[in-house]
């Protein structure tokens, strides 16, 4: 098998105050392949977020280790191998949209695209945005500015591209078809994707494995390959295979309690 695109092995996170610690993530053990998706589903406060941050390199595990794209996190953040999604798009409002692209060329000291790379102009095309390029963030829809943000982390190529509920401040109808969208980006790009959610059909709809974490502390609850076809439209969802992978990821979640 090749190197795995993420491969965590034994992560346990604790943070430590003066009041409590709180083990965000004990022993967690999971692999990525590459140019794979992979969702991490689980309960508020189970560590999803956290585990995110360890592989972004920001943060460090307390025990075991994550390698990332066959190196340390580290390495890989700075070899500019990695897009982040946040849930808020965090745009900047005095920017158009692809100022906002192109914002991460002008942060940390690089100027130009790797050859080859995708332009600005490209990358918001390639997420439904060609025509949007010269308008401010208070023009476009929360949906829109949310493409915006998966366009300025897909600058310079990505490998691993972290997402953490990107989806999450949407309406049921945006996020559908953002879901969808988020299938052809990922094809279209070849990225591995690592994609954080709490809605158990968004996390069967997008991706090729699930990850179900428990909370208190977060530990791997299961660890399921979906055998859905690769060309996916969202009536997926109605098919008897669909539910059934649904509702088996949904016992693992009522059962970590
Ligand atoms: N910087 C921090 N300092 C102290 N505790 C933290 C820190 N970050 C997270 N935690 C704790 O770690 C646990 C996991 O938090 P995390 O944000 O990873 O959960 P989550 O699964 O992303 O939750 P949600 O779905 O609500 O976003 C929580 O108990 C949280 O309080
Ligand atoms: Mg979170």
Not at 4 to 18: K, L, Q, Y
Not at 118 to 141: F, I, Q
Not at 206 to 212: H, K, M
Not at 246 to 252: I, K, Q, T, V
Request: aromatic share 6%.
């Amino acid at each position: 098998m090749s190197t795995p695109a993420v491969d965590c092995r034994g992560v346990s996170v604790r943070f430590i105050n003066e009041r409590r610690t709180v083990t965000a993530l004990e022993d967690v053990s999971f692999q990525v392949e590459p140019g794979g998706f992979t969702s991490l589903l689980g309960p508020s406060g189970c560590g999803k977020s956290t585990l995110l941050r360890v592989v972004a390199d920001l943060i460090a595990p307390s025990e075991g280790r994550m390698s990332v794209l066959g190196s340390t996190p580290e390495e890989a953040r700075k070899a500019r191998a990695l897009g982040f999604v946040f849930q808020d798009a965090a745009l900047l409002p005095w920017r158009t949209a692809l100022e906002n692209v192109e914002l991460p060329l002008e942060v940390g000291g690089r100027r130009s695209l790797p050859a080859g790379a995708a332009t600005p102009r490209e990358l918001l095309a390639l997420v439904g945005l060609e025509g949007w390029e010269g308008s401010y963030p208070h023009e476009l829809s929360g949906g829109m500015r949310q493409r915006v943000s998966i366009a300025r982390a897909l600058l310079g190529g990505p490998r691993l591209l972290l997402m953490d509920e990107p989806f999450g401040a949407l309406d049921e109808l945006t996020r559908d078809r953002l879901n969808a969208e988020l299938r052809r980006i990922w094809a279209a790009t070849g990225a591995t994707i690592l994609f954080v959610t709490h809605s158990v059909y968004e996390a069967v709809f997008l991706a090729e494995q699930v990850l179900v974490l428990s909370a208190n502390p977060g530990r791997v609850a299961a660890l399921e390959t979906i055998a859905l076809p690769k060309d996916r439209s969202l009536a997926i969802r109605d098919t008897a295979e669909f539910v059934g992978i649904a509702s088996r990821l949904r016992g693992h979640l009522g059962s970590v309690h």
